[in-house]
């Protein structure tokens, strides 16, 4: 049996949430088309006949605007400092910009085998231009693997998940066979919440949310749990945003996120929304911390 630790590192928005959920076979980190969508750093186990990857997704490496964004460039870095393994998702252009220019450095001090993956590989119309930007990164680091996928598509993630084992040494069995996240279900039930709202929301409020679960009961019945959560922003402007039109848009969200609380859990839920008003909550240690953000990373 192999296992081992796998960091998951890349720019905001390539797709790591997506390739983590797809490796693993379940919806457990968030996704959206906005950058800094993933703050925490999510684990996820593999299991398979071959032995165990527990995967870390991480947050994207940026320039941080405030403690938020440092706390989340913290996570990503610290990381590394705990894995056997890096896996490096990027996008398929041969043009390596600030944000992967930055990466190539961090990674430049790393002493474990590092796989780079091309994500978004169907986006490419000829197998030459995948081999030009294969050619642009190796030239600038050795690399163990390099590997097209499609997160989205489940292109060559098996054969992503071969090249893994591959590189992992014989150890034990980290967490039970039918483990598949570390992440408490409470606060998973807070980042689908924050999902749809990312998702429906315009440009410049959702970087300001976070959600935090007021009531979280399952009822004697066994075949509902009540879920009573607030979307915390920080402007005035925003709450009404949020809520919408005769509580439109606060519908919307709710609608969309008892859905998949409900695959989540297998129940029937009843959810009920609200809005709070926090300024400037991220930059605040004291709100970070109780929104689960952990203090040795601030």
């Known amino acids: 049996m192999k296992s081992g630790f796998v960091a998951l590192i890349g720019r905001p928005n390539v797709g790591k949430s997506t390739l983590m959920n797809t490796l693993i076979g379940q919806k457990i980190a968030i996704t959206s088309n906005k950058p800094q969508t993933t703050r925490n750093r ?35 870095t610290r990381t590394l400092r705990d894995v056997d393994m890096v896996l490096w998702l990027v996008e398929p252009s041969t043009f390596i910009g600030e944000g992967d220019e930055h990466i190539f ?60 084992f591959k590189y992992l040494s014989e150890g034990p069995m980290y967490y039970d066979e039918d483990t598949v996240t570390d992440q408490p279900i409470k606060q998973i039930a807070a980042e689908l919440i924050r999902e749809k709202a990312l998702r429906f929301l315009q440009e410049e409020i959702p970087h300001g949310i976070a959600v935090e679960i007021d009531t979280f009961n399952y009822r004697d019945s066994g075949d509902m749990v009540d879920i009573e959560a607030a979307i915390v922003c920080e402007k005035d402007s925003h709450k009404g945003i949020i809520i919408g039109k005769g509580g439109s848009m606060l519908k919307r969200i709710g609608t969309a996120a008892r859905k998949d609380i409900e695959g989540l859990l297998e ?32």
């Open 42 to 76: 999510i684990q996820t186990v593999f299991t398979d006949e071959r032995g165990q990857i527990v995967f870390l997704d991480t947050p994207g490496i940026h320039k941080a605007k405030n403690k938020l964004g440092e706390y989340m460039v913290k996570v990503s």
């Open 105 to 164: 450095e961090i990674l430049s001090s790393v002493n474990i085998p590092v796989i780079l993956a091309i994500n978004k590989m169907d986006s490419l119309k000829q197998k030459e231009d995948m081999l030009e930007v294969i050619a642009k990164y190796s030239s600038r680091m050795k690399f163990a693997e390099v590997v097209p996928v499609s997160a989205l598509k489940g292109t060559n993630t098996d054969k992503l998940l071969d090249i893994i």
């Open 267 to 298: 129940s029937r839920v009843n959810l009920k929304l609200w809005v709070k008003v926090r300024p400037k909550w991220r930059d605040s240690d004291v709100q970070m911390k109780n929104f689960g953000y952990n203090p040795k990373d601030l």
